[in-house]
């Protein structure tokens, strides 16, 4: 009964030993799990920082190329009226001239 007694306390021993150890592990795991969350975390913010300023950065480069060409647009139409301006502007007044000399 004895040898009995002591196989138990033995693998009891045994059992805590390993429980002891697989805790340990655990332990060691969770906190590499910990650590390597951190790190993840800190590498996707970083990430998702400059996939932001990148798109900010073509936002601001399209923004400025449509701005440059709805200017220059702009500028052309107003030289063209200007143009067509200068060169009806005598034969406009005239008209109206001989418009209000008939009335």
């Given amino acids: 009964m ?3 007694v002591d196989k ?3 693998l009891d021993k045994e059992g805590q030993a ?3 150890a697989l805790e340990k592990e655990k332990l ?3 906190t590499y799990v910990k650590k390597l969350r951190t790190k993840l975390e800190k590498k996707y913010e970083q990430e998702r ?3 932001l300023a990148k798109i ?3 936002v601001k480069d399209n923004y400025e190329i449509r701005f440059n060409a709805v200017l220059r647009d702009t500028n052309e139409k107003k030289h063209n ?3 067509f301006y200068e060169k009806q502007k005598d034969k406009w007044l005239k008209q109206l001239v001989e418009f209000c000399l008939k009335a």
């Fill in 2 to 4: 004895d040898e009995l």
């Fill in 56 to 58: 900010e950065q073509e």
């Fill in 28 to 30: 060691g795991l969770s």
């Fill in 18 to 20: 390993n429980i002891d």
């Fill in 8 to 10: 138990i306390v033995l």
């Fill in 49 to 51: 920082i400059a996939k």
């Fill in 81 to 83: 009226i200007s143009t």
